[in-house]
């Protein structure tokens, strides 16, 4: 079945539920069809926090993630609590300060990439850790095109942290392993 | 009734379901008098009402009339004044209908300080049904649910309503019936929230069970008990142990609230129309 | 010309479609998970010259919508499970004293304050028996964000046109989900207005005529002239309260009679695969979604499933079930709450068909595997 699912994981104030509406905006620029859903704690910031997208080229019925194609992690326990779903040849993109000894990833395809590093010390501030993400998530899986991805993000992002915006995404880009 | 008074009732819903010797009907005939006398669009009054004896009140009256659910009448008559503020809309309440079961919407009411003028018809009894003590039956007095005497301390609505922030407020009795006309007809000229708390006599339940065997001697109660707001200042606190205050107690000029949106109106379509400017 | 694609939430397709039939007056109460409707109503009314305002309680909002409602403005109100159960004394005014006005209801798992962030299907019989005493509603639910966008019109549509409440029951997967949606242009709707009598015809007014032919009688609003009286408790046509027995059997009845006798032009579904149907899994919401993916894969495997989607779950579709029961051996209702349309599927099924249920009231939404594994237990 034509269905790619997606969940990207954290904490809450990494801004993973905005990254998983450009995603799935940047879908729908390439004329496929996306559905983007969140699950919440009562808290605003800190605690586990997920976004999820599901991209298809048909209609999309079940809504939800069960079985991420596409797993992206910026904490250990976003790891720890969510790798057990992911597909069987599935792609796991995972910041490069979880230690992942404690984990079993056969069958699955690593990148281990400096996301928040990047943000940190390229880009130039953390908090573009999740525009990074995307653009490394667009670099290593192409789900969506490079030139919808621009668009998406520029299109959302306040107006005065578009150029911060742009190198986040195009350092992320350049993080294909 | 005075013929060019009819004008203003349904006659053909009268008589009234009121007991007799019950003074909500001189309250009714005060607010028509204050209307008459305002000469105010009979078409563009809406008169919205809760539960109880009071509220039966717009039934009679000949103008759009709402009666609504137990103690929400202040809420139905936000939504109408909000939607259509050139409606002049008049709020006929009872003491429980607003000051229990109602009080949050009756405080809320007063704090947006929309311009909606309560009558509040005050017979410090639940009247329709049979006689319970409300929170305006005073602290002693005996009713249906307080066969051994009330211990509930009673609101003095007015206080309650200056402080949630109307902007008029007064209180008439059915006794002083010249001055209950005169003090509706402020509320109706006032531009916000407006409140008389006009205090009525139920004879049949309040009365009965409180050794006020006939209306007559209520009303002489009231004559006897009444003290107007300027008198008062000139009294002791002694003199004034067992009187109520009646008058005018309060009256200021603060933004209205749908005059306040219409402001908020004007402001978001400029701020968009800028926004939308900015941006091509 | 359809509109460009974009991304847009459940909670925002509500507002939009509201704002686009013409809602003009908002009230409510912060509640979640429908809070984004009325932050929405906050943002977008003034701009069209429409009223919002945030009550002092969800028994006020329901009472100010109403108000506004007879001011002849199309009004809402946004809820969940807490605040729905407060608003059910004066959504009953509304039924009786037919004020068309619309609910939303984020519907989340309950009972009492329950799981606020999750979903739930459990209010379905209390949309239709939350008030007192039999009354007319509608209650509508839709499954995507598209649909949230028409379902909204759709309520608005037959409120007016029923002068009736009725009841939009969304959830919170429904609510919260952002998906792709293709809005069309607003001159391509169909928008229903409430009849209004006519000046020259309609003196003296009577607010509940019954008299005329389609048992909806037209409705002034207040400050037009008409001095029309509207009185929750039991009236006759002209309004005013009467304790006759007679005229008050004739008013239950045309108020029964108005939804149900127009049931065909009301109710609204979806099906597929139903002509060859063993199977056939009746579904609303959000979880017919899975229902449709459960179908499709068992379908796959050459089970001969069947998926009905209703979006009208009051009045319900009582024919569309007599139809399935004369081909399909099995009707599996899978549901967010512990059997409730469920009840009404048995109901009209009567031993006709065996009826399977699929029940989860833990905040998690029914799987599609969930109602595969059913599908194969029972082919």
């Known amino acids: 079945m034509d269905r790619i699912e997606i969940r990207l994981s954290g904490s809450g104030g990494q801004g993973l539920i905005l990254a998983g509406i450009i995603l799935a905006e940047a879908a729908i620029l390439d004329g496929k069809n996306s559905v983007q859903t969140q699950s919440y704690g009562p808290e605003a910031r800190g605690g586990a926090s997920r976004a999820e997208v599901i991209i298809s080229n048909g209609n999309i019925d079940y809504p939800k993630v069960t079985e991420p194609d596409i797993f992206l992690a910026l904490t250990k326990e976003a790891v720890a609590k969510y790798l057990g779903d992911v597909k069987k040849g599935g792609k796991l993109i995972i910041d490069d300060s979880i230690e992942l000894n404690d984990f079993i990833l056969e069958d699955l395809k690593l990148y281990q990439i400096p996301i928040i590093k990047t943000a940190r010390e390229k880009v130039g501030n953390e908090i573009a850790a999740n525009i990074v993400a995307l653009g490394a998530i667009t670099g290593i899986t192409e789900i969506v095109s490079q030139e919808s991805i621009i668009k998406a993000v520029l299109d959302r992002v306040p107006a005065e942290t578009i150029e911060l915006n742009n190198k986040a995404l195009h350092e992320g880009f350049k993080l294909i392993k | ?280 | 010309m359809k509109n460009e694609a974009r991304l847009m939430q459940g909670n925002e397709a509500c507002v939009k479609g509201a704002l686009d039939v013409g809602m003009r007056f908002f009230a409510g109460y912060p509640i979640t998970p429908s809070t984004e409707i009325a932050e929405l109503c906050a943002e977008k009314l003034p701009l069209v010259n429409g009223k919002f305002i945030q009550m002092e309680d969800e028994i006020g909002s329901m009472a100010a919508v109403i108000g506004a409602s007879l001011t002849g403005k199309k009004a809402m109100t946004a809820t969940s499970g807490p605040g729905f159960s407060l608003k059910q004394e004066n959504i009953g005014f509304a039924s009786f004293t037919e004020i068309p006005c619309v609910i939303v209801n984020v519907q989340r798992g309950g009972p009492s304050t329950g799981l606020p962030t999750s979903p739930s299907q459990g209010d379905v019989m209390q949309a239709k028996w939350g008030t007192h005493c039999d009354h007319p509603i509608i209650a509508l639910s839709p499954s995507s964000v598209e649909e949230t966008y028409y379902t909204t019109i759709k309520a608005f549509n037959l409120s007016e046109q029923y002068r009736t409440p009725v009841i939009l029951l969304m959830d919170e997967v429904v609510g919260h989900m952002r998906e792709k949606v293709i809005l069309p242009n607003i001159e391509d709707l169909e928008i229903i207005d409430r009849k209004k009598p006519d000046p020259k015809n309609h003196k003296p007014y009577y607010p509940y005529d019954d008299s005329v032919d389609d048992s909806v009688p037209p409705l002034a609003a207040y400050g037009e002239g008409y001095r029309f009286h509207v009185s929750g408790l039991t009236h006759d046509k002209t309004g005013f309260p009467t304790t006759n027995p007679d005229i008050a059997e004739k008013l239950m009845n045309r108020l029964i009679g108005k939804i149900e006798n127009n049931k065909d032009k009301i109710l609204d579904y979806s099906t597929e695969y139903l002509n060859d149907a063993d199977v056939v899994i009746f579904s609303y919401g959000s979880t017919a979604r899975s229902a449709q993916r459960a179908v499709r894969l068992a379908r796959e495997e050459g089970i001969k499933a069947g998926w009905v989607k209703t979006v009208v779950l009051w009045p319900f579709p009582e024919k569309l079930i007599d139809e399935i029961c004369a081909k399909s051996k099995t009707i599996i209702v899978p549901e967010m709450n512990m059997g409730q349309l469920v009840l009404e599927v048995e109901r009209i099924v009567a031993g006709r068909a065996k009826v399977e249920r699929i029940n989860k009231a833990n905040g998690q939404l029914i799987t599609p595997n969930e109602i595969l594994d059913k599908i194969r237990e029972v082919k």
């Open chain 2, 1 to 280: 009734m005075r013929p060019h008074l009819e004008k203003y009732f349904r006659m053909n819903k009268l008589p009234h379901i009121w007991c007799p010797g019950c003074g909500h009907g001189i309250i009714l005939g005060s607010l028509i008098r204050a209307i008459d006398n305002l000469d105010l669009d009979q078409d563009n009054i809406c008169i919205v009402s809760g539960i109880g004896c009071s509220s039966r009140a717009p039934g009679y009256m000949n103008f759009d009339t709402l009666h609504t659910t137990h103690g929400r009448a202040l809420a139905f008559a936000t939504g109408i004044k909000l939607s259509k503020p050139e409606l002049k809309v008049i709020v006929i309440t009872g003491d429980g209908d607003c000051a229990a079961i109602g009080g949050n919407h009756l405080i809320h009411a007063a704090r947006r300080n929309i311009d909606l003028t309560t009558i509040v018809f005050n017979n410090n009894i639940y009247g329709m049904t049979n006689g319970q003590y409300s929170p305006m039956t005073p602290k002693g007095a005996f009713a249906s649910t307080a066969p051994y005497g009330n211990i509930d301390r009673n609101f003095d609505l007015c206080k309650l309503a200056v402080a949630a922030g109307a902007t008029f407020v007064a209180r008439g009795t059915v006794y002083h019936t010249n001055q209950l006309i005169k003090l509706i007809e402020e509320a109706l000229m006032h531009k916000g929230f407006s409140l008389v708390d006009a205090v009525s006599i139920c004879p049949t339940y309040f009365g009965r069970k409180n050794e006020l065997s006939s209306p007559i001697e209520m009303l002489k109660w009231q004559r006897e008990h009444a003290i107007s707001v300027n008198a008062a200042e000139k009294l002791s606190p002694d003199k004034l142990k067992d009187k109520f205050l009646i008058g005018k107690f309060y009256a200021s000029q603060e933004p209205e609230y749908t005059e306040e949106y219409g402001r908020l109106i004007e402001k978001a379509q400029k701020q968009v129309l800028k926004q939308k400017k900015e941006g091509e």
